[in-house]
């Protein structure tokens, strides 16, 4: 078997389909459970994966009792696709070797944990620069096109999750720079996917009294109330709340501090 060449030009994606691509061309990974194995490693990228670590990923009760010669076939088929040298048996386990720049959800961590930074240090448009980049790199639910088995799922739940909250941090970026206006039909699409963010829901009425609609930030504040009572049985919290008694009364403070 030829080895392709490993380095820059690959590149591993699980912030949506589980893909891998050399020079930009997309190479067949195999079937939805070896797709799901790939993303496993790539999760554990550099480190040993253990083969009962594996099995637990991919079914959802017991494995069968063909499970480590299952995972030993998905590993042959990746490194066919993928290399020889790019996957490596270790002791009772496998480790993918992914180097820096490759994979798009390391690259998420780094380029969230920069824009944060930014932001901690007062550099406003940097941090929402880099927040966003880090939001571009989604396309779609993480390893949206493999089998969820319970601890996979756990996983990749995680995964997207961290994103509702870096989108969250961006547009709270966006609003103290003064772009509330673009902010609004953000998250007007957020939530229509995510109605029980109550931390978007304070973004929304916040952006909205800051492009000078007052009665629209208080409309806001009632349609979230509804949601969370018919949907979830909660009050707003506390933070909404106070947000919504502010701008109530116009408080001057509303116009210079974040939801």
């Not at 492009?211 to 930030?217: E, F, H, I, Q, V």
Request: glycine share 10%; aromatic share 6%; net charge positive.
């Amino acid at each position: 078997m030829t080895t392709r060449e490993t380095g820059p030009s690959w590149r591993f994606r699980i912030l949506g389909r589980v893909t891998a691509a050399h020079c930009r061309e997309v190479v067949h990974c195999g079937g939805p459970k070896q797709r799901a194995l790939l993303a496993i490693l790539l999760l554990n990228a550099n480190r040993p994966v253990p083969m009962t670590r594996l099995t637990d990923l991919i079914w959802w009760e017991a494995g069968p009792k063909s499970a480590t010669a299952n995972v030993r076939t998905y590993v042959a088929g990746l490194r066919q696709a993928l290399g020889g040298d790019r996957i490596l048996a270790r002791p009772a386990a496998y480790e993918i070797m992914v180097r820096p720049g490759e994979f798009d959800a390391q690259d998420f961590a780094d380029l969230a944990a920069r824009g944060r930074a930014a932001l901690a240090a007062g550099e406003l448009g940097t941090g929402t620069d880099t927040l966003g980049r880090a939001l571009g790199l989604w396309r779609g639910r993480a390893g949206e096109d493999v089998p969820r088995a319970f601890a996979l799922d756990n996983l990749l739940t995680a995964l997207d999750e961290e994103r509702l909250a870096v989108f969250e941090d961006w547009i709270a970026a966006l609003i103290a720079g003064g772009r509330a206006a673009s902010a609004v039909p953000e998250l007007g699409r957020f939530l229509s996917e995510h109605p029980f963010r109550e931390r978007a829901w304070r973004h929304l009425m916040l952006a909205r009294y800051r492009c000078g609609d007052a009665a629209g930030a208080v409309a806001t504040f009632q349609r979230a109330r509804s949601v969370l009572l018919d949907e979830l049985g909660l009050e707003p919290g506390a933070e909404m709340v106070d947000l919504h008694r502010a701008i109530l009364r116009r408080d001057p403070l509303v116009t210079a501090s974040a939801a």
